[in-house]
């Protein structure tokens, strides 16, 4: 598979709208943590939903990745930076598909509904009933999610090394613009 000069449109909307919905995932959980009330409820009828809809997606964009090679890293970029980078997307991969099946598996193990918009739509437990395992799936999942903030932190970071200091086109080739200002 010869790897393309930049990303696909696919790719980008599939990394884009990820982006969003990830963002958009962190900070709902970090009011839901911190909500009472019917917020809180709310909140979480937005999280779950979110969740699976991440789920679906990372598969889609995984798949798709494993199938059309992301261009190369400029050849001047030190190994180690190849290699943080390398090492950071495979991460970051795992916690897109991990996070929500854990939380998926959590409310399995809690007895809890999964309900998705509204009671339209129930998914089915990936887990028996155990109280002791929700417990400990519900701090995976918030040492997970603290875990992808970091690293969605340090993706950004990346990006803006990319863009702004070497400027050598990578991030370009995701943004799909020639220039970035």
């Not at 962190?26 to 009330?37: E, N, P, V, Y």
């Not at 199938?67 to 495979?90: E, M």
């Not at 002791?132 to 603290?146: C, G, K, M, P, Q």
């Amino acid at each position: 598979m010869k790897p393309a000069l930049s990303f696909s449109p696919v790719a980008r909307v599939l990394h884009w709208l990820m982006a969003v919905l990830i963002l958009s995932m962190l900070f709902i959980g970090i009011f839901m943590a911190s909500s009472l009330g019917p917020s809180y409820h709310r909140l979480v009828s937005l999280h779950r939903p979110l969740g699976i809809a991440i789920l679906v997606l990372a598969l889609l964009r995984l798949t798709y990745r494993l199938r059309h090679a992301p261009p190369p890293l400029p050849n001047d970029l030190p190994a180690v930076l190849k290699l943080a980078a390398k090492g950071s997307h495979i991460l970051l991969y795992a916690l897109m598909i991990a996070l929500p099946l854990v939380g998926w598996g959590m409310l399995s193990a809690g007895g809890y509904p999964i309900p998705l918009w509204g009671n339209a739509v129930l998914l089915p437990p990936i887990l028996p009933h155990n109280p002791a395992v929700w417990s400990w799936l519900r701090s995976i999942h918030t040492v997970l999610a603290f875990t992808l903030f970091g690293l969605v932190l340090a993706h950004i970071g990346a990006a803006l090394f990319h863009g702004l200091i070497r400027r050598d086109g990578v991030l370009q080739s995701m943004t799909g613009r020639k220039t970035l200002l």
